[in-house]
């Protein structure tokens, strides 16, 4: 299972740290967490993918800006998200890749995903 949170209504410029806390996946399987955001009319965007390494990928749009990290305990996973725009408004999803060997966006390699928390910028 994994439960987003930290979403939430915020001004311009300022930032925001998202979590996906992940239970009962199976501690023998390497599995890598990504992070993808989906806003009306638009595709889902691959953000950020990190796996037990800790060196997470990016996607081109969101490197400098978003940061991912996991706790030293690996059952978490955060985005921090500074300078926040208006174009960031979307629904912000954390999902886990098993037997991942390196981060990738191919969401079909993703099995389990959050519902999802709202994060809505205003300008």
């Known amino acids: 299972q994994l439960v987003e949170s930290g979403g939430g209504l915020v001004m311009a410029g300022r930032s925001l740290r998202l979590s996906c806390a992940a239970s009962g996946l199976n501690p023998e399987i390497r599995y890598c967490i990504g992070w993808f955001r989906q806003s009306p009319g638009k595709e889902q965007e691959g953000i950020a993918s990190?796996?037990?390494?800790?060196?997470?990928l990016y996607g081109d749009s969101f490197r400098g800006r978003f940061t991912a990290s996991r706790d030293s305990a690996k059952t978490i996973v955060y985005l921090q998200m500074d300078n926040l725009r208006s174009d960031d408004t979307a629904t912000y999803f954390c999902?886990?890749?098993?037997?991942?060997?390196?981060?990738?966006?191919?969401?079909?390699?993703?099995?389990?995903w959050g519902q999802g928390t709202q994060v809505t910028v205003s300008s």
């Open positions: 990190i796996g037990d390494d800790d060196a997470p």
């Open positions: 999902a886990a890749e098993p037997f991942c060997t390196s981060p990738t966006f191919i969401r079909s390699r993703y099995d389990y």
